[in-house]
C-alpha cells in the first residue's frame, strides 16, 4: 500500500467524473482506468459513458501525489484556472495513460485519442482548491 503525503482539503467539494466509452472500447477497461487515478469510487455505466462522483476529496490525493511527483504542478494550475466557471472547475487525463495508473493531463479533448477522463470539481471554495491540489511556487 502506497503512502500518501497528501494534506486534508477540509472543506465541502463534489467531485464528478465522466469517461466516454466508443464502441469499440470495453466499459469494464474504462472503469479501470477511472478507478486507476481517482480512488475510493464506484463508476457506473450508463448512456455509453462511465461516471462517478463523490463528496470525498481522499479520491483525488493519487492525483495529488502524481502532479507533484512528475513535477506538472504549473501545468495543472493553469488549466484548473483556465477552467473555472464560477464554483466549478476540470482536469482532462488521457483515458490510455489512466488504464496503467498514470496520470497524463490533457490541454483538451484531442489530445485524447478514445476521449478524456474528464474530473469536475465543484465547491463554494474553488480558489481554495486549486491552492490545495496545484499551489503556486
Do not use: H
Request: contains cysteine; negative net charge.
Amino acid at each position: 500500500m502506497i503512502e500518501l503525503k497528501a494534506k486534508p482539503f477540509n472543506m465541502p467539494l463534489k467531485i464528478t467524473v465522466e469517461a466516454p466509452v466508443n464502441p469499440s472500447e470495453d466499459a469494464n477497461k474504462v472503469k479501470i482506468a477511472v478507478q486507476n487515478i481517482v480512488k475510493f469510487i464506484e463508476p457506473d455505466f450508463s448512456q455509453n459513458k462511465i461516471i462517478a462522483s463523490t463528496n470525498d476529496e481522499k479520491s483525488l490525493y493519487l492525483i495529488y501525489e502524481q502532479i507533484r511527483d512528475k513535477q506538472i504542478l504549473a501545468v495543472a494550475r493553469r488549466l484548473l484556472l483556465k477552467n473555472m466557471v464560477y464554483d466549478s472547475t476540470y482536469l482532462l487525463l488521457n483515458k490510455q495513460a489512466a488504464f496503467v495508473g498514470i496520470l497524463n493531463i490533457c490541454e483538451d479533448e484531442n489530445e485524447s485519442p478514445l476521449g478524456p477522463i474528464k474530473i469536475i470539481i465543484q465547491s463554494p471554495y474553488i480558489n481554495e482548491f486549486i491552492d490545495w491540489l496545484a499551489p503556486e511556487w
